[in-house]
T-cell receptor, first 117, second 116 residues
């Protein structure tokens, strides 16, 4: 069963607008961690933001925020004031043992974001 | 800090040859290293997890005799694609976890393998 679902294969957004990238996840664990990564055309994986399942507040990192809705098992990424450089592939990911950094991370299929000038 | 390098960044080889890819943590000791494969326009698929000095743990469906992983030290893991075939052409990415670091794994820049 797919553990991370990203339903938007591609999105086109006007520059300076806010963007929401959807992510839902499936786990029976009470404790887990959620990640978002950006992958530009160069291929490098850039860590954007992390949310622990027990964190009461939504995570924020600069222009990135994670809209964490635990009951809905949803972890959407919000990018405020989008820029042309935000055009990339975005992956939602999960680790089911967040305190153990040696455990594996599972990735969703990704959303390709295009920012239009 | 927390830089991970990969070498080579791209490699082209003939079918039937073996290719070795190195993954190094440059400024920290990696407790665990991970190897991923990414086909064009697809997601990262975990191939195996390796710890220094022990055998790698392979994901279901990954041939351990074809994808040899050696984790010789706390800063170096190697992936050898043995008897490579065109279907092995892919983008291979390693990552490393760092005790005391951020929650994320630290990713290398990836290696593009093309098998002719």
């Amino acid at each position: 069963a797919q553990k991370i679902t990203q339903t938007q294969p591609g999105m086109f957004v006007q520059e300076k607008e806010a963007v929401t990238l959807d992510c839902t996840y499936d786990t029976s664990d009470q404790s887990y961690g959620l990640f978002w990564y950006k992958q530009p055309s160069s291929g490098e994986m850039i860590f954007l933001i992390y949310q622990g399942s027990y964190d009461e507040q939504n995570a924020t990192e600069g222009r990135y925020s994670l809209n964490f809705q635990k009951a809905r098992k949803s972890a959407n990424l919000v990018i405020s004031a989008s820029q042309l450089g935000d055009s990339a592939m975005y992956f939602c990911a999960m680790r089911e043992a967040p305190m153990n950094r040696d455990d594996k991370i599972i990735f969703g299929k990704g959303t390709r974001l295009h920012i239009l000038p | 800090g927390a830089v991970v390098s990969q070498h080579p960044s791209r490699v082209i080889c003939k079918s039937g040859t073996s290719v070795k890819i190195e993954c190094r943590s440059l400024d920290f000791q990696a407790t665990t290293m991970f190897w991923y494969r990414q086909f064009p326009k697809q997601s990262l698929m975990l191939m195996a997890t390796s710890n220094e000095g022990s055998k790698a743990t392979y994901e279901q469906g990954v041939e351990k005799d074809k994808f040899l992983i050696n984790h010789a030290s706390l800063t170096l893991s190697t992936l050898t694609v043995t008897s490579a075939h065109p279907e092995d052409s892919s983008f291979y990415i390693c990552s490393a976890s760092r005790r005391g670091g951020r929650e994320t794994q630290y990713f290398g820049p990836g290696t593009r393998l093309l098998v002719l």
